[in-house]
């Protein structure tokens, strides 16, 4: 008995210091979260302007002016640039990024994938892992991105992708990451990185600009494609990051919500052996005086 009680203390003491651990985790992540939050939210206009612009101008362009970065091709090899987590303790956060890579590498690119023609850069430890074991063809030289991220680091994957498109080493790439909506939200998506769609609904039509342009159009375009494909990128980034948080903080919270249940149940436990030890003692000295006085 008393070696039940001290294997239940124990275990106490054990959730107790886990517990401790996914408080502290959870305010680390907050705080994280904060500064992740106020820069995207502070990115995120500015970047769609200037992507809802990029599209008009590919849009109201003829097909010889339009640029290599705008051309639609046959897409016999793609390009998935993926950005997930350098760490875990996350939730679902990773797996879910990587399951929408895997589906839309079989059923978008069925074809390409039986082929082998479907390479993924991994922006991030966890997909990198997961890509490199699972047999892709895997380019592990941004992996690493995400532990200072800054738009000089994030500009170097976006243009050694433009390069790579130009020179026609993929005629697709696509970005997969999350969209941070809140802490507790997050929107896993699938989006067009190369080559740059064109605006095709009724609203963008009817806002299509007829802009003047200093220097000529294909100069000031050629010029304005890249830098703006950069921004994309690092809006994707910069996303991905408050998501990353934002989940963390949510499965920290909810592994102390669920420490606080073991607890409650290991004390129960604790207390009814304690109990039951006390009234076998008691048996036993009642048992032992009757014993003498007969």
């Not at 994030?154 to 941070?180: H, M, N, P, R, T």
């Not at 000529?216 to 998501?243: G, H, R």
Request: proline letters at 2%.
């Amino acid at each position: 008995m008393a070696g039940a009680l001290k294997e239940v203390r124990n275990r106490i003491k054990s959730v107790q210091s886990t517990q401790q651990i996914t408080k502290a985790m959870k305010m680390v992540s907050a705080a994280k979260l904060r500064r992740a939050q106020d820069a995207i939210i502070q990115m995120r206009p500015y970047a769609r302007k200037l992507q809802e612009m990029l599209s008009n101008l590919v849009s109201s362009m003829d097909s010889d002016t339009g640029g290599e970065l705008a051309v639609e091709r046959p897409v016999e090899k793609v390009l998935l640039i993926v950005i997930s987590s350098d760490r875990g303790l996350c939730g679902a956060y990773n797996a879910n990024v990587i399951k929408l890579a895997r589906i839309t590498a079989q059923e978008k690119y069925t074809a390409q994938l039986a082929k082998g023609n479907i390479t993924v850069w991994p922006v991030g430890k966890k997909a990198f892992d997961y890509f490199h074991k699972s047999g892709f063809a895997v380019n592990a030289a941004y992996k690493d991105v995400l532990h200072h991220i800054s738009f000089e680091q994030i500009q170097l994957v976006a243009q050694a992708a433009i390069e790579a498109f130009a020179k026609k080493e993929f005629d697709a790439v696509e970005l997969i990451y999350s969209e941070f909506r809140n802490a507790a939200t997050q929107r896993f998506t699938v989006e067009r990185f190369l080559p740059i769609p064109k605006a095709e609904n009724k609203e963008s039509k009817a806002s299509r600009s007829d802009f003047i342009f200093e220097p000529e159009k294909n100069v000031l375009i050629s010029e304005l494609m890249p830098k703006i494909l950069n921004t994309q990128l690092f809006k994707a980034v910069l996303d991905a990051n408050a998501s990353e948080h934002g989940a963390r903080m949510t499965a920290m919270d909810k592994a102390s919500e669920n420490a606080n249940e073991l607890l409650k149940s290991l004390r129960i436990s604790y207390n009814r052996a304690r109990q039951a030890a006390i009234t076998t003692e008691l048996t036993e000295i009642v048992s032992g005086a009757a014993a003498l006085q007969g």
